[in-house]
């Protein structure tokens, strides 16, 4: 199967997450937005960050530092994608767009779709290739019948 349940719950929370306009939220609703946008990325880096080859695997602390490392950047940025967001749906509506933050929900899910899926594809063709790969070739040493003992 090329999706996981994992991947098609994570498109389906972009979406969702994408049909709330933070601007129409009160300010105490966009916190909560924020934190709770940024907690799951979080959560994501951390899961994410655990899928490794075992021999690259990182230690927990690690992963946690890394996961805190994402999702201190997301809650950074957040305002400069809140304004982004009601910069590209204002564009959309002055284009006749009836429902601009659906077409940006259902687009968001469909690209977070496609991003898992090229990359499951990615790894079933790496797989592949090294299921495929020809053998190494195995040099099979036979003593000399001038060197046996007389």
Not at 30 to 57: C, H, I, N, P
């Amino acid at each position: 199967m090329l999706l996981s349940r994992n991947d098609v719950a994570m498109a389906l929370v972009t979406g969702a997450a994408t049909l709330i306009d933070p601007q129409r939220l009160s300010p105490r609703m966009r916190r909560a937005y924020r934190l709770s946008a940024t907690a799951f990325v979080g959560v994501g880096g951390y899961v994410a960050t655990g899928q490794m080859e075992e021999d690259e695997l990182l230690p927990p602390p690690v992963r946690a530092a890394i996961a805190g490392g994402i999702a201190g950047t997301v809650y950074a940025t957040w305002r400069g994608a809140e304004k982004l967001d009601t910069a590209s749906v204002g564009w959309l509506e002055r284009r006749g767009m009836k429902r601009p933050r659906v077409a940006l929900a259902v687009g968001g899910t469909l690209l977070t779709l496609g991003m898992s899926a090229l990359e499951k594809w990615g790894e079933q063709r790496e797989a592949e290739k090294k299921v495929t790969a020809a053998p190494e070739e195995q040099v099979e040493v036979t003593p000399d019948p001038g060197d046996a003992p007389a």
